[in-house]
């Protein structure tokens, strides 16, 4: 399997070296495979009679075949991780499914592909015979964050950087954040939005220089974020796991469409699912779900992508994005593949704030996808309506996708079978999910834990209760423009 990037087709990389170098090293693009791998309905059905490891086994070595030996002990050792099953599948009534995905050590999606990602990475320089440390990069709207901290923690030969935004995440994200304990962790908090934090990160991939420093000190960039196709690769896996899930209790047969509503802000999550169906997957509508900054909403309906807009902060944090790098890879297919194409208009994005595509792109983009946003009041009444109706208590940005799920349906009345991804434990967003049930939220953080699960009676993660009682390990507050020499301060101390 090789690797081209969008900016630039005639880079041509390996699996692993892709892995490796997470970010197309001088043209700035992002690797796509050269080929989607495929995968029959035959082979969709075999998985229902095998645990999410293997599944997972499976769906990685079709993108990473250099690395097939050693997946299936690596997926086990990840997912061995999580309490019970890492994605299972919750219904909700008829048509209505919740596919789980913050059973993990972190308690949120990214935990699916950071715990495995760190085995790639190993495995990937092991093929290569790659033998220099690894400086990881991260730059975070709260979730990816603690979930790379947790997955790189002791790592051998690898270090990982995390910047966030200060005022960008949640009191529970940030505290996860901030008492990592792990020797080879660095956190640190960037002033302005999580669109800064992830510039300032680019930025530093993007320099040739510091590239070359941080060489002659024996380290290699790499990334930890989606645009790392390795990040990516593993959540293509629940797609097709949620389908087995459902050809397992006879709620589908093979072939039948689902839907799969995402709530997405820099947009890998939903990407997955469309690398899915290209790979067979039978999908039917994409869903993306936005919260109040809502530019792929404005995009997917009119074709425009445009920054110039007010950016909001909202309940749910990890949407708070306005430059969706993964947005990038799409483009590349709906151009068919045209890197010049893709490279100018990642060119306009950064000088002119933005770009439009032709016709016949849009018309393509909407055959797969379609796209709601919902405000404050509707993502706390989704909140609300789903604790009232079913007992069931979603995040916020889970309650984002009800919302967009809910306009979906009022506007289509289509009765397709449909998957909503629910991102994260609600007791990271304990203050907001008290307001969505009509209940002013305290001062005292533990106290809202406590409060929250006497109203549901949904149990509190130990690990995120004990927080409270850990010191604050990472309290350094930087402006973006020092990211750079953060990252050289680092290694150096190093």
């Given at each position: ?5 969008t900016?630039?087709?005639n880079?041509?990389?390996s ?7 997470g970010?197309s ?12 791998p495929?995968?029959?309905l035959?082979d969709?059905?075999?998985?229902a ?22 997946l ?8 061995s991780?999580?309490?019970g ?6 219904k909700?009534?008829g ?9 993990g ?19 990937s320089?092991?093929?290569l ?11 975070t ?20 950087m ?6 960008g ?8 954040m901030?008492?990592t304990?792990a ?11 999580f669109?800064?934090?992830?510039n300032?990160?680019?930025?530093v ?11 002659k000190?024996?380290y ?6 989606s ?8 959540q293509?896996?629940?797609y097709?796991s ?9 709620v589908i ?7 799969f509503c ?5 947009f890998g ?13 039978p ?20 074709g425009?992508?445009?920054l ?9 944090p ?9 947005l990038?890879?799409?483009?590349f ?10 490279a100018k ?56 996708a009800?919302a ?20 994260a434990?609600?007791y ?16 005292d953080?533990r106290?809202?834990?406590?409060r ?8 509190v993660p130990p ?5 409270f ?5 990472h309290?350094?507050?930087?402006d973006?423009e ?12 190093k």
């Amino acid at each position: 399997m090789k690797y081209i990037s969008t900016r630039d087709k005639n880079k041509t990389v390996s699996g692993p070296e892709a892995v490796v170098e997470g970010l197309s090293a001088g043209d700035g693009g992002l690797f796509v495979p050269a080929a989607f791998p495929a995968i029959g309905l035959r082979d969709i059905a075999a998985l229902a009679s095998r645990g999410y490891a293997e599944r997972a086994a499976g769906i990685v070595s079709a993108f990473l075949p250099e690395l097939k030996d050693s997946l299936p002990a690596a997926c086990s050792a990840a997912y061995s991780r999580f309490d019970g099953d890492p994605a299972p599948l919750v219904k909700i009534d008829g048509n209505l499914f919740m596919l789980e995905l913050f059973h993990g050590p972190t308690h949120a999606f990214k935990d699916i592909a950071l715990t495995l990602l760190p085995r790639l990475l190993t495995a990937s320089k092991r093929a290569l015979g790659k033998t220099e440390k690894t400086l990881i990069l991260v730059a975070t709207s709260g979730d990816t964050g603690k979930a790379a901290l947790e997955g790189f923690a002791g790592v051998p030969d690898t270090d990982v950087m995390v910047f966030y935004p200060v005022e960008g995440v949640s009191y529970m994200q940030k505290l996860q954040m901030r008492t990592t304990r792990a020797k080879n962790c660095s956190v640190t908090g960037v002033r302005g939005n999580f669109d800064d934090a992830q510039n300032a990160v680019k930025a530093v991939f993007n320099d040739k220089s510091i590239a070359d420093d941080l060489q002659k000190l024996g380290y290699k960039l790499s990334s930890a974020n989606s645009i790392n196709f390795g990040r990516l690769v593993p959540q293509i896996v629940y797609y097709f796991s949620a389908y087995a899930d459902m050809l397992d209790s006879n709620v589908i047969e093979p072939g039948d469409a689902v839907n799969f509503c995402v709530p997405s802000g820099n947009f890998g999550d939903i990407l997955a699912g469309y690398y899915a169906k290209r790979m067979g997957l039978p999908v039917g509508k994409l869903i993306c779900a936005s919260n109040k900054n809502n530019v792929l909403t404005d995009f997917i309906t009119t074709g425009e992508y445009s920054l110039k807009r007010e950016f909001y902060k909202t309940s749910s944090p990890s949407m708070d994005i306005l430059i969706s790098s993964n947005l990038e890879r799409l483009l590349f297919e709906l151009s068919g593949r045209d890197d010049k194409s893709t490279a100018k208009r990642m060119a306009d994005l950064k000088s002119a704030g933005g770009y439009r595509i032709g016709d016949d792109e849009l018309k393509a983009l909407q055959a797969d996808f379609c796209a709601y946003f919902a405000d404050e009041n509707e993502v706390f009444k989704a909140i609300e309506d789903m604790f009232d109706e079913y007992g069931y208590l979603p995040d916020p940005h889970t309650g984002v996708a009800m919302a967009a799920y809910n306009k979906y349906v009022a506007a289509t009345g289509d009765k397709t079978k449909t998957v909503v991804i629910s991102t994260a434990n609600p007791y990271k967003f304990t203050p907001d999910v008290l307001r969505a049930l009509g209940k002013k939220p305290l001062v005292d953080e533990r106290k809202n834990i406590e409060r929250l699960e006497e109203l549901s009676a949904m149990e509190v993660p130990p690990s995120l209760f004990e927080l409270f009682d850990l010191p604050a390990v990472h309290k350094d507050i930087i402006d973006k423009e020092r990211v750079a020499g953060a990252v050289a301060n680092y290694v150096k101390r190093k």
